[in-house]
């Protein structure tokens, strides 16, 4: 179920000039493994357009097949998910690099009467899962995980009752979790969120059919919990259009658009944090697409300077300091960024990948308790060197764009990464004009 991408192990990239296009991004990652399992698992057959053909999304395609529904690529990013009633799979689950399929798979198959195993790669060998793990056992479910909640991890879902759980750490995969375990649980199922997460699963859910309320901070399964096929359009994904954005505004003179990226209030904290950089970002043509809105996003080549980026903006860019920390690095002046405990458990200790490779291109970054401090100097850093990627994409894409702006060039090793979540990533690059190769 795999499909060829030209991402390579060892990419480096060079000083380039004006980066210049239209583009379209890949669908959004996140919507992309809610539409499948929820297609897996509703009466009839869920059509799909505009899914993300990377790495982690067909590893839950292939899972959710394993798990009984039928599904079929039916052309670029066209899929038909049948849905079924949930068996026990013929071996374990490998869920690749993908915390968020693991995660909301555990969920889903904890509701039901069947045992599966959840295996993963290195890095998601060493998440933590005890996070979905502790109230699935709190609705129910017998679980099995490796030492310190690891996977490889069995359930032995089915009877579950319900669960009032306080989402302190603000996710939005443990969220899910608990919703999709929560479709066959008998009993109230809440979800109270202190700091709000992306809701895609409770806006998906609903287009479902499934009763799910919102009262300030408390998010409530209803009464009806049956899941009927719709159709689902997915817009692209704007942790991808972060990457290429962000190269447009330290690449001097460039001028980029990303077409149709989806603009979920959740998600936008990066388009916030930019523009109070000085990023001249504008979005134009605004519509709905798949129940959410999006735009088509123009930057331009900016002169940016640092930033204070409160704790309380963390949940909607939580993928995006990679990349904001680049712009930070080009930006004159400190750059200040709270809250970030949650980047240690990403596909890499994000916190540490980050300071170890700004430090390595000549940027003085360093941590400040669960925060991070980067000193922007108003000119291009150094970069001269190679950053392993160590299995986490948004690192390795991270890294490439800096080097397209610094002054010697920026190598990444394990690019391949890559794949996960961003197929096309370096073609789509070059066809701005960006020297990566
Ligand atoms: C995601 C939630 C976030 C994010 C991840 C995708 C999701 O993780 O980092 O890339 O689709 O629910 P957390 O729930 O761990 O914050």
């Not at 916190?351 to 291009?380: F, M, N, S, Y």
């Amino acid at each position: 179920m795999s499909v060829a991408t030209l991402d390579r192990d060892r990419l480096t990239a060079r000083a380039s000039g004006p980066l210049a296009g239209v583009i379209d991004i890949p669908g959004d990652k996140s919507m992309s493994h809610r539409a499948l399992i929820l297609g897996g698992l509703a009466k009839g057959k869920t059509r799909i357009s505009g899914l993300l053909e990377g790495d982690d999304v067909l590893r839950t395609a292939a899972a959710v097949a394993a798990l009984g529904a039928e599904v079929e690529r039916t052309g670029d990013g066209e899929w038909s998910v049948v849905g079924a009633e949930w068996r026990s799979p013929a071996g374990p689950i490998d869920c690749g690099n993908s915390g968020t399929g693991a995660r909301l798979l555990m969920g889903a198959v904890a509701g039901l009467p069947i045992e599966v195993t959840f295996t993963g790669d290195e890095s998601l060998s060493r998440r933590p899962m005890g996070r979905v793990l502790d109230p699935l056992r709190t609705m129910g479910a017998r679980v099995v995980a490796a030492e310190g909640g690891r996977m490889p991890v069995t359930i032995s879902g089915g009877a579950l009752g319900g669960i009032r759980f306080v989402n302190e750490m603000a996710s939005a995969q443990v969220k899910s979790a608990i919703l999709l375990a929560g479709l066959r649980a008998d009993g109230a199922v809440e979800v109270i969120e202190p700091i709000a997460t992306r809701d895609h699963s409770e806006n998906m859910l609903r287009a479902f059919g499934c009763d799910v309320e919102r009262d300030g901070e408390l998010i409530r399964l209803g009464e009806r919990r049956a899941l009927t096929a719709i159709d689902v359009v997915i817009p692209a994904d704007p942790s991808s259009a972060a990457f290429p954005l962000v190269a447009a505004l330290i690449c001097s003179g460039s001028y980029v658009t990303a077409r149709g990226v989806m603009l979920n209030p959740l998600r936008t904290g990066l388009l916030t944090t930019l523009a109070e950089m000085g990023a001249e970002i504008e979005l134009t043509n605004r519509r709905s697409v798949g129940g959410e809105e999006v735009a088509d996003i123009v930057a331009r080549a900016s002169p940016l300077h640092g930033v204070e980026v409160p704790a309380s903006r963390s949940a909607s860019m939580i993928d995006e300091y990679p990349i904001l920390a680049v712009a930070a690095a080009f930006a004159h002046g400190r750059s200040i960024m709270h809250g970030l405990a949650e980047l240690r458990v990403k596909e890499s200790d994000r916190l540490a990948a980050i300071i170890a490779g700004l430090t390595a291109c000549g940027v003085e970054a360093r941590e400040k308790g669960d925060g991070l401090i980067v000193e922007g100097t108003g000119r291009p850093p150094r970069g001269g060197a190679t950053i392993n990627a160590n299995h986490d994409h948004r690192i390795a894409m991270s890294f490439l764009v800096l080097g397209l702006a610094s002054t010697q060039p920026v190598g990444v090793t394990g690019a391949e990464t890559i794949a996960t979540s961003f197929p096309g990533f370096t073609e789509l690059m070059s066809s701005l004009g960006a020297r990566i190769a």
